[in-house]
């Protein structure tokens, strides 16, 4: 007799409720983490500068692993941040870990956005299915991030930073308004 095994993990079910956006930065702490792959402490450092343009805020730079989870105790000083942006996804492990990641801050009640690329898009949604945690958000701003130009990276960071305003900030309220309903 044969015996077949299903490789499809199904999603898990997500037991916490998103942590609220901030709504604003401004007397924030912004955590910054790097996954150290080419150009993602400086897209995070241009998305700040951007962020910057209307928000006073304090940033907390820190990194991640690019290809496993991170242990709760291997996060340094995140549990000090208000809001994480985790860079980058640029590639397929990087992508999937950095949601990953993203969804094990949310769950510990710290509002969390990766910066990914558009090869990514599927890596990513997939393993934020997988994770139970479907309605993450995250920018997508166009790939490549590690070998973009100066004047690239800048407008990548100008999309990412957009899309965070978007997502975490400048609709914060109605979203918040709209899930308590």
Known sequence: MQRFLNPVQESVEMNTARPP???????KRLGLFSNGKLNADRILHMIADELAKDFSFNVEPGTYSPQNLMAENEWGKVDACDVVILANGDCGACSS????NAVALERRGIP?????TP????AVGTMARLSGMADIDWAIVDHPIGSASEAELRAR?????????????D???AAQAAQAA
Do not use: K, N, V
Not at 21 to 27: A, F, T, V, Y
Not at 112 to 116: Q, T, V, Y
């Open 157 to 169: 960071a100008q999309s990412a930073a957009a899309q965070f305003r978007a997502a975490m900030l």
């Open 21 to 27: 956006r901030p709504g604003s930065l401004d007397g």
């Open 119 to 122: 090869p990514f898009t599927e």
């Open 112 to 116: 969390a956005f990766l910066i990914s």
């Open 171 to 173: 609709d914060a309220p």
């Open 97 to 100: 870990s950095g949601i990953a």
